[in-house]
């Protein structure tokens, strides 16, 4: 299963796809963490911690001034670029360089390309696109299998939302799931269901300790495992790997 997380910068993106990443390998599945942002935090969700996550962000930044090899191919990408989060979750950063090297697969591949072309070797992928709709613009049928769209209780982000929506559709890019972030109250999950009438939504609570593991570098589900958040979005880790 090959899994892209989308959605508007600051709905929580990033931490659904640890969360759903860390909870799928703890039930035995096989997961490969893509970072595909441009700003790759997804290594401190993770749960690597801050030198790790800046140390796995420069050898991609030290591909543009020659200072790192090259990786000749997937399985190399993954070593080199990568590291071993908890869980046994496996963490590659892959986003854009600057001076990329066409056709070279650490960085003349865009993440677009790599979930189309790369078999993974029958591992779950969990990606977490860049903020916005750009990357989804880019997407062909069959790169992706589900597409976790995440939005909060706004109507800029409801309307963000829409529009991917609508690309995810357009472009037959798999199952989507709306995940209904930090709503509070009934009103909140109403703005958004009412959005997405049509859609599988899932909705979780805000919860502050998951902003408290956020404040501190720390994954959410070392520091608050119990989470009604948390609890929440590992829930549809489950739903997402039952059969339909």
Do not use: Y
């Amino acid at each position: 299963m090959k899994l892209a997380v989308v959605g508007k910068g600051g709905v929580g993106k990033t931490t659904t796809a640890a969360v759903l990443a860390r909870t799928l390998a703890r039930g035995g599945t096989k997961v490969v963490a893509l970072d595909c942002d441009t700003n790759p935090n997804l290594g401190i969700s993770l749960g690597i911690g801050d030198d790790e996550t800046e140390r796995l962000i420069g050898l991609r930044q030290s591909l543009d001034d020659g200072d790192q090899q090259h990786a000749p191919s997937w399985d190399s990408l993954v070593d080199v670029f990568g590291s071993d989060a908890p869980d046994g979750v496996r963490l590659a950063v892959v986003s854009a360089i600057e001076k990329p090297e066409p056709g070279c697969p650490c960085c003349g591949l865009s993440p677009e390309q790599l979930l189309r072309t790369v078999a993974f070797d029958q591992r779950t992928v969990i990606a977490d696109f860049e903020a916005g709709t750009g990357t989804l613009t880019r997407l062909e049928e069959g790169a992706v299998d589900v597409v976790v769209l995440v939005v909060v209780p706004t109507a800029k982000s409801v309307e963000v939302a829409r529009r991917a929506a609508e690309l995810v559709a357009e472009k037959r890019l798999g199952r989507l799931v709306i995940l209904g972030n930090q709503v509070r109250d009934d009103v909140d999950r109403a703005l958004i269901t009412d959005a997405f009438s049509e859609a599988d939504v899932v909705c979780v609570p805000h919860d502050e300790r998951i902003a408290e593991a956020d404040r501190q570098g720390l994954a959410p589900l070392d520091l608050a495992p119990d989470a009604e958040g948390v609890r929440a979005i590992a829930t549809l880790a489950g739903r997402l790997t039952a059969p339909a």
